[in-house]
């Protein structure tokens, strides 16, 4: 089964596999073969489909995340991935009933938002890759034809809750493997900056890899071209930060002129009263 994905076993155990799920099916001459993957949670579920994914697919059109090779196709539902062995040139139309059945027992959970910093334009379809981990994340570099070495993979930090994308880029003018790092705080993204800077080799420095930071998110472009491009790459993505003020606010305002000179009016006669009797008593005290 894993005769593509040789390490296909150790990033399932990674992504935390709760069963394996397989049906086929035949329509006449036509024969499918179904095989679900049903993960913890939908993050993981996307880590898997990307590990799944090969450059030279092409969009299946089921849903928002599916691919297709030649005799083969891959869908993402929520926490669930469906393998399918399909006949040449299959239509997603036969798979419609089956997405909507799965959406029902999915969970809705949204997507990981670092997937939808990558830019699109340029993007190789079928490199994009998702690590929640360091298996997965070792995988992904060697799709993309990069080694990530011990020191560079423990210096990403998984283990303080760090989230990996990766996609290869080709343009007109050059080409390079863009990595987004996201971070839960951007302490932990500084912190990390610097391991990664102390971790890469001296051979990537050369060839123009840096460590970029914004807020929680770090970014390198692996094999540029050139730095132009890197930057090009760079600022094409889709990441900006907010800062959210949570402190109550509050409104100075002056009351009305009437209010004022009621209150005013009130208070001096209730003084004035009080003082009255106050005197009034102390000499009739006196008196006595």
Do not use: C
């Not at 939808?116 to 929640?132: I, Q």
């Amino acid at each position: 089964m894993w005769a593509k994905w040789p390490n296909g076993e150790r990033v399932l155990a990674e992504a935390g596999l709760n069963r394996i799920e397989q049906r086929a099916y035949r329509n006449g001459s036509d024969e499918v073969t179904l095989r679900a993957f049903v993960l913890r949670d939908p993050s993981s579920a996307f880590e898997l489909y990307t590990f799944l994914l090969a450059p030279g697919m092409k969009d299946f059109g089921l849903g928002t995340d599916s691919a297709a090779g030649e005799r083969d196709a891959r869908f993402l539902v929520g926490n669930i991935v469906v393998q399918a062995e399909i006949p040449a040139n299959a239509k997603a139309d036969g798979f419609r009933e089956l997405l909507t059945d799965l959406q029902l027992a999915a969970d809705p959970t949204p997507l990981p938002p670092l997937k939808s910093y990558m830019p699109v334009h340029w993007r190789t379809f079928g490199s994009e890759k998702y690590a929640l981990g360091p298996e997965a994340f070792r995988a992904a570099m060697s799709s993309l034809g990069q080694n990530a070495s011990n020191d560079i993979t423990e210096a990403v930090g998984f283990q303080n809750g760090a989230e990996a994308m990766l996609a290869n880029y080709r343009g007109e003018h050059g080409s390079g493997i863009l990595v987004l790092l996201e971070y839960p705080t951007p302490q932990l993204a500084e912190q990390h900056l610097h391991h990664l800077e102390q971790a890469l080799p001296e051979t990537l420095k050369k060839t123009g890899v840096t460590v970029e930071r914004k807020a929680s998110l770090l970014s390198l472009v692996f094999a540029p071209t050139s730095p132009e491009h890197a930057q090009a790459i760079r600022d094409a993505v889709n990441y900006e930060t907010q800062v959210t003020w949570n402190e109550r606010g509050q409104r100075a305002t002056d009351p009305p002129i009437f209010t004022i000179m009621y209150k005013i009016f009130l208070f001096t006669g209730l003084f004035l009263g009080v003082a009255t009797g106050i005197g009034i008593a102390f000499g009739g005290f006196r008196v006595i």
